[in-house]
């Protein structure tokens, strides 16, 4: 049976063009980057063009790139690495309540050691209100981070004003830009971001290798305690291989970001114009405008996600649930919840995110699929 995968926001196919550039690295280039000899000098070589080719694709430095092994290490090395730094100017952090839990997590970490986080509530399109952040700041507020954009619902976050307020008042400014990165534009200079988190895996590269820009000025603690690699801040000998992956990635995403957001789009609106002549009693989560453009999340009235997920599943198509009911608990989604979603329709939630493998015809199918089993 073939797969129809519409799940490309919990992570992606790996591109032919990616193996194909990643692969000499895990063969025949396997010197290590920090010996002096042919091989070594190779890796290394690798390592520095992945790194101009992220940078370019977010416009900063190269030098301004650190890898990492993933989205979740380079949010955890981004919000400790600056609160440990900045403690004894300031113990407040302000975030946002739908967050990966990535961010989530480290700043219940952050609060087991004293610090003090502020939760901005979002409305109920996903956005944070931006009087509310002002009025959030205290003279010991030391970060803000705020998403770019969310995983489960798409909202696209205001985040050059967040930027501007936070430089207002000398804050530094952080934004989990998993989702945003290689599907919208992104220029960290022209947005005044600070840091950024972004991930291979969400855009066609192998899941394991991430990176965070950190603005040259910006001192943070050191992650990884052990050798100099990446600037002293994270020891260990660099995956090499991945991170040639992740540069080939961001190289692809910038040259074709226009046409692929397009494609994104239009799958996107043609699958929710189906659905919705097709299929009654189904909710749109998030907004319609400033939305990730392959992303869409629908409640469907009075049915249960997993059992849904189920039966697509047994059709070969693979999208996922708005609640955390992979644990095996019902807990409504906290992002579903934060924008006011009833329990009994965060129970009914889909998420479907298109991809660059995805066809009209996937579509198509996904659609007969949805109105044989509704029925
Ligand atoms: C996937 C994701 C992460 C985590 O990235 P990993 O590479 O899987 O650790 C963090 N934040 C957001 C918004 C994500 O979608």
Redesign the pocket.
Same mark, same amino acid.
């Given at each position: 049976m073939d797969i129809r995968y519409f799940d490309n /926001?919990a992570t992606t196919r790996i591109k032919e063009e990616v193996l194909k550039e990643m692969f000499p690295y895990l063969s025949i280039e396997y010197g290590n980057p920090s010996s002096i000899y042919s091989i070594g000098r190779n890796a290394k070589r690798a390592i520095e063009e992945a790194r101009k080719k992220v940078a370019s694709l977010i416009n900063c430095k190269p030098e301004e790139i650190y890898f990492t092994s993933?989205? +979740?290490?380079s949010?955890n090395m981004a919000l400790k690495g600056i609160a440990y730094k900045n403690k004894n100017k300031g113990k407040h952090i302000i975030t946002s309540k739908i967050e990966?839990p990535?961010?989530l997590n480290s700043c219940e970490s952050l609060e087991k050691n004293g610090f003090d986080i502020t939760y901005l509530d979002v409305n109920k399109d996903g956005f944070v209100n931006l009087e509310t952040l002002k009025n959030s700041i205290r003279k010991d507020t030391i970060l803000i981070s705020v998403?770019f954009a969310?995983?489960e619902i798409g909202t696209i976050e205001p985040i050059e004003e967040i930027a501007q307020i936070a430089h207002k008042n000398n804050i530094i400014f952080h934004t989990?830009a998993?989702?945003a990165v290689g599907n919208i534009p992104i220029d960290v200079q022209k947005m005044n971001i600070d840091m950024l /988190?972004l +991930? &291979?895996?969400?855009i066609y590269a192998p899941?394991g290798v &991430?990176a965070l820009y950190v603005k040259k000025g910006i001192e943070f603690e050191r992650f990884i305690d052990g050798g100099h690699q990446e600037k002293n801040k994270r020891a260990g000998t660099e995956n090499v291989a991945q991170i040639v992956a992740l540069g080939k990635a961001c190289q692809i995403a910038e040259k074709n970001l226009e046409e692929y957001q397009n494609k994104l789009r239009n799958l996107r609106d043609y699958c929710l114009k189906q659905i919705k002549e097709n299929i009654s009693n189904i909710h749109i989560n998030g907004t319609t405008e400033k939305r990730l453009p392959g992303n869409i999340n629908i409640s469907f009235e009075g049915i249960d996600s997993s059992e849904l997920l189920f039966e697509l599943d047994n059709l070969g198509i693979c999208a996922s649930g708005g609640s955390a009911c992979s644990s095996g608990d019902n807990n409504p989604s906290h992002v579903l919840t934060a924008i006011g979603v009833p329990n009994e329709l965060s129970k009914g939630a889909i998420r479907f995110s298109f991809g660059d493998f995805n066809t009209k015809e996937d579509v198509d199918y996904l659609i007969e699929a949805l109105k044989k089993i509704i029925k």
């Open positions: /926001s993933c989205g +979740s290490e949010d990966h990535a961010i998403m969310n995983n989990d998993v989702q /988190s +991930s &291979g895996h969400k899941k &991430g």
